[in-house]
């Protein structure tokens, strides 16, 4: 037989265990709108030091990164195209300049709001090379042949899908998919390849590494998948 | 009360018992391998480190998965008795445990097998367990949630995984510099000097309730 707790006893483990579970609630169920209240007040710079806050994190898929260097870069564009072009970093640079600032979102839970990016819009890049008609879809690569992404035409001549070379206002660092990396603005991180080696016009869509990977093909920041912009705001 | 053996003319207490020890040493191992591979996980851009990063995801998802274990097992089984009545020592506070932690122990406390101090910890590893676990799952399995609540578990993840840090640490310089309830982490006995001293409450428990007892023998 369990002896009775003398009454003067308070359950103060059990208490705090469950004050501790609902803080972690509270977190979960608002700690996206603490993040951007804190972003807000604070800038992204402090906010990048709070732990869950506005940071990168690195991914890579093969586990490296692949080093290339500005001189040396270069972008095939090919496939079903009037004049295939391969172009240089001094080519891209040469174009018109889009820049704009955007929250970084990834599918995963993490973002960084307000990143400055400066780059090539995609479709003028499209205007230069002629796209041919029966052309549907775009397949990325990546410079170590690891990573492809995919997107319709339609998708590729939104105006916030960008070949970027600029990130908050410095050249694009390695790990951040430099010298050159596809922005798409409107959709999850995973879209957004590092490290854009060739660009090929094609019939049809074909699934990037992540899609294989049981990602949607047509990932929007909203959560929807269909081909479609589901909002024209976003872009 | 406890057992008590002599060795070398010291009146030993037993503190905590194998399953005790095994328990709290699995548990921190778990932990050390979570807190160490969360690291180039979380400062990966810093450190630039991305080698074997797939590797070290997995490595930190499983011991994840894992760490709920040793205490679960430990309380459940027959032979966690001590255990559960430990864990209702560190439920079950007097108000002067209460008003010694309130003054960070400058109050008069006939301690308990555990100061408040360390009651605490307790509770706290035991919260923190349960919101990574379930926090670290919704990262993992993020396809079933809102983009809006993945964020809040990135951002609970992130702030749980600093505190534990920060406790953690504490624990291992409180450990460090208490030699021997440092010692009674690995041996489990101390002596009934240090009991009399830091645990009279518990060196003058009753006489063993039934869950603190022998199994019974056959009549």
Not at chain 1, 22 to 32: C, D, I, M, P, R
Not at chain 2, 29 to 51: E, K, R
Not at chain 2, 123 to 152: D, N
Request: charge should be positive.
């Amino acid at each position: 037989m369990t002896p009775p707790e003398p009454i003067d006893r308070i359950n103060v483990g059990r208490r705090v265990f469950l004050g501790i579970a609902t803080v972690g609630a509270l977190g979960v169920a608002f700690g996206s709108d603490v993040q951007n209240f804190l972003g807000n007040v604070f800038g992204s710079g402090l906010g990048g030091l709070l732990p869950g806050g506005d940071r990168f994190r690195i991914y890579s898929i093969t586990g490296q990164y692949p080093k290339i260097s500005a001189k040396k870069y270069r972008l095939d564009v090919s496939g079903l195209v009037e004049r295939p072009t391969t172009f240089t970093m001094a080519d891209l640079q040469a174009m018109p300049v889009t820049s704009f600032s955007k929250t970084f979102q990834c599918v995963t839970g993490w973002k960084v709001p307000k990143v400055h990016w400066e780059g090539v819009q995609l479709s003028e890049i499209l205007k230069m090379v002629g796209v041919k008609p029966g052309a549907v879809a775009l397949t990325f690569e990546s410079y170590d042949r690891a990573d492809t992404e995919s997107l319709t035409i339609d998708q590729a001549l939104l105006p916030d899908v960008i070949v970027a070379y600029r990130m908050l206002g410095a050249s694009l660092t390695t790990e951040h998919g430099g010298p050159v990396r596809l922005y798409v603005a409107p959709m999850f991180g995973y879209k957004s390849l590092k490290w854009l080696s060739a660009i090929r016009v094609v019939d049809q869509e074909q699934p990037g590494y992540w899609e294989l990977n049981g990602y949607p093909v047509n990932g929007w920041l909203d959560g929807t998948t269909s081909p479609k912009n589901p909002d024209p705001q976003l872009t | 009360m406890t057992t008590q053996t002599t060795t070398g003319g010291i009146l030993r207490v037993l503190r905590f018992d194998r399953v005790q020890l095994a328990t709290h040493w699995v548990n921190a191992a778990l932990f050390g391998i979570l807190m160490a591979t969360a690291i180039p996980l979380y400062f990966g851009s810093f450190f630039g480190v991305v080698l074997a990063r797939h590797l070290i995801e997995r490595i930190h998802l499983w011991t994840g998965l894992a760490l709920p274990l040793p205490v679960i097992i430990s309380l459940i089984g027959p032979w966690g008795r001590r255990m559960r009545r430990d864990l209702r020592r560190v439920n079950y506070w007097t108000r002067d445990e209460i008003d010694w932690l309130k003054t960070l122990g400058k109050t008069n406390l006939a301690a308990d097998k555990f100061n408040p101090g360390q009651k605490l910890n307790t509770i706290f590893v035991a919260g923190a367990i349960v919101v990574l676990l379930v926090t670290g799952s919704m990262l993992q399995w993020f396809r079933f949630f809102s983009v809006p609540l993945r964020v809040g578990a990135t951002f609970v993840h992130d702030a749980f995984a600093l505190a534990v840090f920060i406790v953690v640490v504490g624990h291992v310089v409180m450990a460090l510099s208490h030699r021997e309830t440092l010692r009674a982490i690995f041996t489990g006995w101390v002596s009934e000097k240090w009991a009399a001293t830091h645990a009279v409450r518990w060196l003058n428990e009753p006489p063993p309730t039934r869950e603190d007892a022998q199994p019974p023998s056959r009549r």
